[in-house]
């Protein structure tokens, strides 16, 4: 089957009923999910968009369904790494607090021994300064 039909998209998706997905049954990037093509320099939905719509302007194909798997053309559009980037932000930081099960230190205020820095990065960072000065200085005390 030649790449540049159709049915070559079609004949190695099915359906989700529930999400209207296109799922690409072939072979996938194993650390992003996304159809993969052997050799070809695209992703599968890459590939989807330009086969419905043409040639693309823009670097990134989004997914409006946020599904790495995805190939429909209805759920494609093009944009920008920071568009697609936006599209996503609270996927991705919620789904970074769930790998580190809490909010990361450099959010939030902290105190340290009746101290409050503005930072966990900035009280290590003093800290860590303080430290090394005691120990330059401690056989003069």
Request: aromatic content about 10%.
């Amino acid at each position: 089957m030649d790449i540049t039909d159709k049915r070559y998209i079609l004949d190695r998706t099915a359906v989700d009923p529930d999400t209207g997905c296109w799922e690409w049954t072939k072979s996938r990037y194993t650390t992003t999910g996304y159809g993969q093509l052997g050799y070809w320099p695209h992703t599968a939905h890459r590939l989807a968009y330009i086969l419905w719509y043409g040639i693309l302007t823009e670097k990134v194909v989004r997914h409006l369904c946020h599904n790495p798997g995805c190939c429909n053309p209805e759920h494609l559009v093009e944009g920008s790494h920071k568009d697609n980037y936006d599209d996503s932000k609270s996927t991705h930081h919620a789904a970074n607090i769930a790998k580190r099960g809490r909010v990361a230190h450099n959010r939030h205020r902290v105190e340290i021994d009746g101290v409050e820095y503005d930072s966990m990065a900035r009280a290590r960072a003093v800290l860590r300064k303080s430290y090394k000065w005691l120990q330059e200085h401690a056989t003069r005390l």
